[in-house]
């Protein structure tokens, strides 16, 4: 879930907003449709409302028995903390490590790799894949692969990896860099970014050989039932809750 | 009255959240001298076993603990609070624990792996039932949420559950008034919620 001001968003390649409701009512149906985890990316503008983020996971821990993972603006061991200390079990960081890659080894070492997750945004360039900054706008210069086996080494415990070519285009993750990153690291791989049908989900398991699939807006606009979802990927011999 | 003990050692609000869903106060408590008024006891925590156990013995919680689990009350310990129950574990080298079961905590041998997986093993896996009243009106394999690295070695005769991973381990432990869970009840939803529901019953 994409959370502005308070509330639920989405969009296509990072940009052109919808609204898609309250973050705790979502978070709540998520939990009652059997969701396995839940993801929340602030992406607020401002600074002074950041707290916000941390008063709507306050709320949603108290109905949400799922893991829960935060993640956007996180800059400070602090700020870990305070997210945690509220029913917060992972969070994810993104440009903060990309500024200083010792924040990952500061974050696991206090708080354990298991919370410690490295969100990394691609897209395409030339042969290979760069990782990109705020929503896609700032192309760091870092190869993908290289900053994802570094992110491993340091302590991160899982990496969400987006794709931004596919983001919202609900035309299928990139399986190609997904793939290849989930080889080379020994840590869980979350495939994110372009989920459209039943197929792409478990082709991000299979062909992309991700650990975990993320998406939104086909769960936010009801194009997909989270349970048939389930049902379809069992069916597939691909292990789920039920 | 419930206690979950605050050992700085991890995100209580969770446990905490859940008994509240299920209409049970809990106090979180992190001094030793009151541990002996409570019906119950929840021993947390995320982390390393050798800083857990320095924490512990720092605010003489150990002690305090080893005192409560003689009293047939029951006691509970969640993940790294399970794994501290047992005797040792060879997390970051050789550590003492509470040794309130006889058995040791060891790190998940890859070698021994049936396939290819990653450590630690994070997410959703099936739990299958030995027995133990934890678990009473539940089906004999469901699943939790796991986030672990190291997992729990011990006779038979304490094993309530199992699960599999690379190969099968231990996922559940019973010793009279003593349970433990490797994985996160507060986190697994409604089979989760269960067990905390059957721990209230006890």
């Known amino acids: 879930m994409d959370v502005k001001d308070g509330r639920v968003v989405k969009g296509v390649n990072f940009v052109g907003l919808r609204d898609a409701g309250d973050p705790v009512e979502v978070a709540k149906r998520y939990n009652d449709e059997g969701a396995d985890e839940i993801t929340f990316l602030d992406i607020t503008a401002s600074h002074e409302k950041r707290d916000t983020i941390v008063h709507i996971v306050e709320e949603v821990a108290r109905e949400v028995f799922i893991p829960l993972t935060v993640g956007g603006g996180i800059r400070k061991l602090d700020d870990i903390y305070a997210l945690l200390s509220v029913g917060c079990d992972k969070v994810s960081i993104n440009s903060s490590a990309i500024k200083r890659p010792e924040f990952i080894d500061e974050g696991a070492k206090r708080f354990g790799s298991q919370c410690i997750v490295v969100a990394i945004d691609v897209k395409r360039s030339g042969n290979g894949w760069s990782v990109y900054l705020n929503g896609g706008r ?40 997904t793939s290849r990153i989930s080889s080379m690291v020994n840590i869980p791989v979350i495939a994110s970014g372009g989920a459209g049908s039943m197929e792409h989900i478990e082709d991000a398991f299979t062909k992309g050989k991700a650990d975990a699939a993320l998406a939104a807006s086909i769960f936010h606009y009801k194009e997909i039932d989270i349970v048939d979802l389930k049902h379809y990927l069992k069916s597939k011999n691909i292990p789920v809750r039920l | 009255m419930i206690a979950i003990i605050d050992y700085n050692m991890g995100n209580l609000r969770s446990v905490q959240n859940a008994f509240r869903l299920l209409g049970k106060e809990v106090h979180i408590e992190s001094s030793a001298d009151n541990l002996a008024k409570y019906d119950k006891v929840i021993l947390p925590g995320v982390g390393a076993f050798g800083d857990a156990m320095d924490h512990l013995k720092s605010s003489n919680l150990d002690e305090a603990i080893i005192e409560f689990s003689k009293t047939d009350r029951p006691l509970l310990g969640i993940c790294l609070g399970m794994q501290l129950l047992f005797q040792s574990s060879c997390e970051f080298g050789h550590h003492e624990g509470l040794g309130l079961i006889d058995g040791e905590i060891k790190a998940f041998d890859t070698k021994r792996f049936d396939q290819a997986l990653k450590v630690p093993h994070m997410g959703w896996n099936e739990v299958f039932v030995n027995g133990g009243d934890l678990f009473d009106g539940m089906s004999e394999e469901f699943y939790l949420y796991f986030v672990h690295s190291y997992h729990v070695v011990c006779d038979d005769r304490f094993v309530a559950a199992k699960s599999h991973y690379g190969y099968e381990f231990v996922s559940a432990v019973h010793k009279e008034n003593i349970y433990g869970l490797q994985p996160h009840p507060e986190k697994s939803h409604t089979n989760g919620l269960k067990i905390l529901e059957n721990f209230i019953k006890l």
């Open chain 1, 138 to 177: 700032v192309d760091t210069g870092l190869d993908a692969i290289e900053w994802a086996a570094e992110v491993a080494k340091r302590g991160a415990g899982e990496i969400l990896l987006t794709s931004m070519d596919a983001d919202g285009t609900k035309k299928g993750f990139d399986l190609e860099i």
